[in-house]
């Protein structure tokens, strides 16, 4: 029997979490630092009536999840560390929010995010 080496990482035993667990501690990291900031929740699924009364208010597909107010304006859409991926929509309001003096971050998983908050903080 032969040992074969393999270039593949270990895989990791820990299930990757969930964005809406991303965004729960996100959430937390921003309040303690008093940042000044919302959630759009556009993500989550609904009735479709109710889908269909927010889209008549004005939710948009593709907001970022996180808006921070100051000078600029910051956008932060967070996915999972693992298999998140932007849609096109997404990526329509990135350029709209860019194009308009907007900062827009896409995180990885909340602690990258906070590691971007805290680099930026720190120019």
């Known amino acids: 029997m032969s040992i074969r080496e393999s270039n593949k990482e270990p ?3 820990e299930p990757v979490k969930s964005e809406a667990w991303e965004q729960t501690r996100l959430a937390a990291y921003l309040n303690s630092k008093g940042y000044h900031w919302f959630h759009v929740p556009n993500g989550e699924h609904r009735h479709k009536a ?4 927010l889209k008549s208010h004005g939710v948009s597909p593709g907001v970022p999840d996180i808006i921070i107010v100051g000078q600029p304006m910051v956008a932060i859409e967070l996915k999972r560390t693992k298999g998140g991926t932007i849609s096109k929509s997404q990526k329509q309001w990135q350029a709209i929010l860019e194009d308009n003096g907007w900062v827009y971050f896409l995180a990885k ?5 906070i590691e971007w908050l805290e680099d930026r903080a720190k120019k």
């Open 50 to 53: 109710v889908a269909m009364r």
């Open 11 to 13: 895989k990791s035993k």
């Open 109 to 113: 998983g909340s602690q990258a995010a």
